[in-house]
């Protein structure tokens, strides 16, 4: 007996972008945001990995024609370089993997949360984190975590340390600041995810014999992979590249690429080699990309 | 002996009950459907069944054994969704494996089980594909099977049909029923419809705001409905402001704008009080089809409406529309709107209801 037609619903409506934006003339309306990405992202990034390529001159910005891999070479030999590379998506990685150990039950709380008044108070808890500067935020975490800070002088109180914990101006500070401030982008990637995992899919589950254990592991976490895997990229992206939190929790003894980048532009004026640090930053973060775009193919079996 | 039974089961949320002192018992092999509108409390019955509600108070037992208290993967009770809950991360052979593979069954025997499921639902070749690339039917059979492979005590259906178009409900509506009478299985199927539960149980549990309003088999609940509720959900019906005059063995006579007659009527209808005749539409008798015994009522033809199969006329007697369908067969007598006609039924076809 063959059956055919009856798909039910649950399902994303298939439809083209061209068909979405009417032919042609809707996108007229994205010719702005195009224009405005062109003029202040893609000609400043173009040129300075332009730049990048030049001999490094102090205090010299204008590019020439002369091309060498004098700045790449410098970055890949000199281990003060390299070993930042290498620091720096460290860091990302145990960043992006605290994130999401913290963020995981927060957004499962959160999409499984039906009541409307706990599920909007529970969303303000995440978003109103983000509303202060990163700056404020980062200065709050060092009266807590200072050596005179919160921790250390409630500790020495307590009689239980003689000295302060090194608590701040290390890389566990910088881990601790980069988790506060991308904790909220790893939920708000999950949320939405969890959600859509439709309960009964659970409830099948179960009463096929799985524990509420067996159940998550084997459902619900790999329908909650491309949450995973995307929170994990935002996270990884955003603590690569931050700068602020590094040279304020890590008191630039925590030497991370963005760090590298301020101190040869900025300080001594090299433009050159601190264009060839990005470039490296935005290969590494391209790479990164990659790699979730593997995982993302890999994790749906194939599926999309 | 009762394979599932429910005592006094009952679920409250805040201050109303979902579920109020339900108390039923299911046999061995048994089709039973719980029938009612939505909100009804018939859902939640079966998702305490199920284990994935715990009831305010209550016992469930299944065989002697009490499960009320048990996780639902101890219950050994299968469902199918609405929605059907295909894993979409898994293809068809994995869904049906699932279960299996949880019990720490051999590969080999797995691989045999998926197969011979598979076959039973007809869908043999399908074990690579994904949920999105089968239709509702289809993923109607991979829920069925994934459950049955399991050879779980009790099956659960939760409105399985609701998604499918109508070709396909009637069609799979048979196949079901087929399914669960060759494998003997004691069957709980919740639905809205009434067709399907005339259709496919061999009980069914009418229920209203939280409770079981009437408890029999299609025909039981078709032909003698015991209350209004169960008698306007239920089919098309007729209902006549009647007093009840006496009590006359195991009918009842009651007297409807001055014309006494005789109805089947409940034992707790009291001489002098006001009640409910109700007639299903089939049983009105117009013209020449009119009865030795019953009522005889004069009545105008307000419309006809030829619908195929059955011909259906409006009718005015006295201030009260009546609505009669007649089987649209061989030489039958049609009516014109406008003509003025006598009707009637069959006492035993109709019921006595308390208002």
Known sequence: MSVTGGRIALRRPAFSVAEAFGGFRLWWLVLPAFLFFLAFFLVPLVSLLAISFNKTVP??????????????????????????????????????????????????????????????????????????????????????????????????????????????YNTFGVVVGLVQVTLPFMVLSLIGIIRAIHPSLEEAARSLGASRAEAFRKVVLPLSMPGILAGSLLVFALSISSYVVPALMGGWKVMVLPIHIYQQIAESGRWQFGAAVAAVLFVTSLIAVFVYHRAAVWTSGGRT | MSDIRLVNLTKSYGEGNAVSEVNLEIGEGE????????????????????????????????????????????????????????????????????????????????????????????????????????????????????????????????????????????????WIKDLQKKLRITTVYVTHDQDEALTMSDRIGVMSK????????????????????????????????????????????????????????????????????????????????????????????????????????RLKRGSQEIVAERQNQAHVERFAPGTEITIGWDPGWSEALTA
Request: proline share 5%; charged share 20%; glycine share 8%.
């Open chain 1, 59 to 168: 205090g010299v910005v204008t590019l020439t024609t002369a091309f060498t891999l004098d700045n790449f070479e410098r970055i890949f030999t000199r281990s003060i370089y390299y070993s930042s590379i290498l620091r720096s998506i460290g860091i990302g990685i145990v960043v992006a993997a605290i994130a999401l150990i913290l963020g995981y039950p927060l957004a499962y709380l959160i999409a499984k949360t039906e009541h409307p008044g706990r599920n909007t108070l529970l969303m303000i808890l995440v978003l109103s984190s983000m509303q202060l500067d990163m700056v404020i935020r980062m200065y709050g975490l060092m009266v807590l975590m200072g050596d005179t800070g919160l921790i250390n002088s409630a500790l020495i109180w307590a009689g239980l340390i003689h000295e302060p914990l090194p608590l701040m």
């Open chain 2, 31 to 174: 089709f039973f459907s719980l029938l009612g509108p939505s909100g009804c409390g018939k859902s939640t019955t079966l998702r305490m069944i199920a284990g994935f509600i715990r009831p305010t108070s209550g016992q469930i037992f299944v065989g002697r054994d009490d499960i009320t208290a048990l996780p639902p993967e101890r219950r050994d009770i299968g469902i199918v969704f609405q929605n059907y809950a295909i894993f979409p991360h898994m293809n068809v052979a994995e869904n049906i494996a699932f279960g299996l593979k949880l019990r720490k069954m051999p590969k080999a025997e797995i691989a045999r089980r998926v197969e011979a499921a598979l076959k039973q639902v007809g869908l043999v070749g399908y074990d690579d594909r994904y949920q999105r690339q089968l239709s509702g039917g289809e993923q109607q059979r991979v829920a069925l099977a994934r459950v049955l492979v399991t050879e779980p005590r009790i099956l659960l259906l939760d409105e399985p049909l609701s998604a499918l178009d109508k070709g396909l409900r009637e069609e799979m509506k048979f």
């Open chain 2, 210 to 313: 939280s409770r079981i309003v009437q408890i029999g088999t299609p025909q039981d609940i078709y032909e003698r409905p015991k209350t209004l509720f169960v008698t306007s959900f239920i089919g098309h019906s007729n209902v006549m402001d009647v007093t009840v005059a006496r009590r006359d063995g195991d009918m009842v006579v009651v007297s409807l704008d001055g014309h006494e007659m005789s109805a089947r009527g409940a034992a707790d209808l009291q001489p002098g009080t006001q009640a409910k005749l109700v007639v299903r539409p089939e049983n009105i008798l117009m013209g020449a089809a009119l009865g030795e015994t019953g009522p005889r009522l004069a009545a105008t033809v307000l419309s006809e409406t030829y619908q195929g199969a059955i011909v259906r006329y």
